[in-house]
């Protein structure tokens, strides 16, 4: 079992429309998560930290479950500059470099 | 915000060539410099991690005399693909981490995209 994943989609959406990824984990020594957006031929760039108490930025909303270990990040109102991958990444502990990504799930907002 | 650098952003090469791939923190020193690799519609997998002056410690499965890192300065890690291979094309990511925050964070690179012919 793969220690991060995601659904690979793609999830083909209209503008304006809202989109929700889901992401589960497995290695419960897992402490920090976050979510990346990588568009095609690029590095990954953080999109936002994710908590157990959900934290918002603009139109995308994430949240943590740790009792089942399951992140979600939900966007709102969906750009045609949102198409792009998106990663769902996990970190250790607090004083560790060490993530472990997803695979990604692909996006396209049509217009 | 802290950036790094890689060159060449893309390269092609024969097989049985070896190719060099520099990785650069250009505003702060990098203690710990991480090198991935992504094979199309995957994850980015960690092939290894090197801190300065010392050895890279290599993932599973990962050939340490086939992917040779160097770390020799706190700005500088170069992976050398050796007698490269067709399947050894890939994207090759690096991240650079430390400065004075220490807040543990990765800074990526803009990635490598090798061919080999």
């Known amino acids: 079992r793969k220690e991060v994943e995601q659904d690979p989609g793609p999830f083909n959406v209209p503008e304006g429309a809202t989109v929700a990824f889901n992401c589960t984990y497995s290695?419960?020594?897992?402490?920090?998560f976050f979510w990346y957006r990588q568009d095609c031929r690029k590095e990954p760039k953080l999109l936002m930290s994710?908590?157990?108490s959900g934290n918002e930025d603009g139109r995308f909303t994430a949240q943590l479950n740790r009792a089942s270990q399951y992140i979600s990040l939900l966007i709102r109102d969906s750009k045609l500059s949102d198409s792009a991958t998106y990663l769902c990444?996990?970190?250790?502990?607090?004083?560790?470099?060490?993530?472990?990504f997803g695979k990604g799930t692909k996006l396209s907002v049509i217009p | 915000g802290a950036v790094v650098s890689q060159h060449p952003s893309r390269v092609i090469c024969k097989s049985g060539t070896s190719v060099k791939i520099e990785c650069r923190s250009l505003?702060?020193?990098?203690?710990?410099m991480f090198w991935y690799r992504q094979f199309p519609k995957q994850s980015l997998m960690l092939m290894a991690t090197?801190?300065?002056?010392?050895?890279?410690?290599?993932e599973q499965g990962v050939e340490k005399d086939k992917f040779l890192i160097n770390h020799a300065s706190l700005t500088l890690s170069t992976l050398t693909v050796t007698s490269a291979h067709p399947e050894d094309s890939s994207f090759y990511i690096c991240?650079?981490?430390?400065?004075?925050?220490?807040?543990?964070?990765?800074?990526f690179g803009p990635g490598t995209r090798l061919t080999v012919t």
């Open positions: 505003d702060f020193q990098a203690t710990t």
């Open positions: 991240s650079a981490g430390g400065g004075e925050s220490a807040s543990y964070e990765q800074y």
């Open positions: 990444v996990a970190k250790r502990g607090a004083g560790s470099y060490q993530l472990t």
């Open positions: 090197s801190n300065e002056g010392s050895k890279a410690t290599y």
């Open positions: 290695n419960s020594a897992s402490q920090s």
């Open positions: 994710v908590y157990s």
